[in-house]
């Protein structure tokens, strides 16, 4: 029942090691190995499947994402020095 469990929600969600650790935490790790194998056979089988339409696609640029380090300058600091825009010159 518990492979059966985590076989539903990981067609559902494609979490398969998550779902997988839920299910067995709940019903005792010694069906680790048999609700492991449900769910990967569970995600290879409904792969082309998407349930939820607002679930992103893996293989799909996201935007606002660096894709290379070319994107950014070798020196340029990503994260602002708190206090360096407010308050650091003097009048």
Do not use: H, Y
């Not at 349930?51 to 640029?61: K, M, N, S, V």
Request: include cysteine; glycine fraction near 8%.
């Amino acid at each position: 029942m518990t492979a059966f469990m985590a076989a539903c929600v990981v067609g559902v969600t494609k979490t398969t090691v998550g779902s997988t650790l839920v299910a067995t935490e709940m019903a005792g790790l010694q069906l680790l190995p048999t609700t492991l194998l449900a769910a990967l056979v569970a995600l290879f089988l409904t792969n082309n499947v998407g349930l939820i339409e607002t679930q992103r696609d893996r293989e799909r640029e996201i935007p606002g994402e660096l894709q290379d380090d070319a994107a950014m300058p070798v020196g340029s600091d990503p994260v602002p020095v708190i206090g360096s825009e407010f308050g650091s010159e003097t009048p």
